[in-house]
């Protein structure tokens, strides 16, 4: 029989891959939504047009919700990638991210513990960890780095990690954690640095926008694409014993680069439309992640396929296009 996955944040940018991936491997996929009066759901709505997938409403702020909601679907496999994942708005909402962020994934852990303790067919559980958690921690990280967070997001992401741990040593769940560094790609939400970047490059090279604010530009990221991450996230499952794996490429870059890259696609040189506004620097900044994903390369088989120039050209690609169709609504009709 198909193996059934449960997927929380299915409507983000790794959750639409990582749903596409597990269909293409056969399972039954169901995710959790919030409700919303807003449409959320453009990233799948390619898979629910085909009836690929099936939605439940639910908040990992409602332990009682998601008992039910995983009592009902009974999945072989539970990956949660649903958290409040926005690092410079966790200094805004610190008791939220934490709640949701933090306390969702113990609620998540407590339901998969009941079902254990009650003899239930065994559910797999993936936490979406982040690089974020090493803050200072001199590069390169990796499983055994201390870590030393610097946001709220990251505290909770931290706190979510141990929780993991404990879970799977104290009550023998197979739980484990993916410590993934940044991964982007033309899905990702056009709050983060990079969407915004590639998105801005494309208007100012169509005339839709004059200049793009930006804040620490010397800020270093390991960047991989959302694509290759998520086949990680299934290959952690697949293991007979759970356990950590940093997902990442090994390759850092700075904001600099990556807008020097963004631009010269287009043709343009960033230093011309770009400038900074000391208000959107973080009250603590992270300034240098890189990671090293041995580990995952030696267990898991898993390697990155997309380098960082090629996924600036996928993003920039996509966001032209967008551009593009923009410009074209804003033409009179008749032109």
């Known amino acids: ?19 596409e991936f597990l269909l293409e491997q056969g399972y039954r996929v169901h995710g959790l939504v919030r409700r919303s009066s807003s449409e959320s759901t453009g990233r799948i709505a390619h898979l629910l ?12 702020s409602d332990a009682g919700g998601l008992r039910e909601l995983i009592d009902r679907v009974e999945p072989d496999e539970l990956y949660n990638l649903a958290a409040q994942s926005h690092v410079k708005v966790s200094f805004d909402q610190p008791e939220y991210t934490v709640d949701v962020t933090g306390l969702g994934v113990v609620r998540l852990l407590e339901a998969l513990r009941a079902r254990h303790r009650a003899g239930c067919k065994p559910t797999r559980f993936y936490q979406a960890g982040s ?12 499983e055994s780095t201390p870590v030393h967070p610097r946001s709220p997001y990251a505290c909770a ?16 769940l197979h739980a484990s954690n993916g410590i993934l560094f940044n991964h982007e790609s033309p899905r990702r939400g056009e ?3 990079t ?3 590639t998105r801005a490059a494309t208007r100012i090279k169509l005339g839709l926008q004059v200049e793009l604010q930006l804040g620490n530009l010397d800020v270093a990221r ?3 694409y959302a694509g290759d991450y998520v086949r990680a996230m299934w290959a952690m499952l697949q293991q007979d014993a759970p356990g950590d794996w940093c997902i990442c490429t090994g390759r850092a870059a700075t904001l600099r680069e990556f807008l020097a890259l963004a631009f010269a696609r287009l043709d343009l040189d960033w230093r011309e439309h770009v400038t900074v506004d ?22 898991l088989g898993w390697s990155p396929t997309t380098s960082l120039e090629s996924l600036v050209a996928l993003m920039v690609d996509a966001d032209l296009e967008l551009a593009r169709r923009e410009m074209a609504l804003r033409q009179p009709a008749g032109r």
């Open 222 to 224: 390991d960047w991989g």
């Open 49 to 60: 047009a085909a009836r690929s997938v099936e939605l439940h409403h639910g908040d990992l």
């Open 131 to 142: 690089s974020e958690m090493y803050g200072s921690a001199p590069s390169p990280q990796d």
């Open 195 to 197: 969407r915004k970047i």
């Open 191 to 193: 709050a983060f640095v």
């Open 278 to 299: 000391q208000a959107l620097f973080r009250p603590a900044d992270v300034h240098h992640l890189r990671g090293d994903a041995s580990k995952a390369r030696r267990e």
């Open 1 to 19: 029989m198909a193996r059934t996955a449960l997927i929380t944040g299915i409507t983000g940018q790794d959750g639409s891959y990582l749903a």
């Open 157 to 172: 992401k931290v706190y979510a990690h141990h929780q993991v741990v404990n879970h799977r040593e104290s009550h023998g």
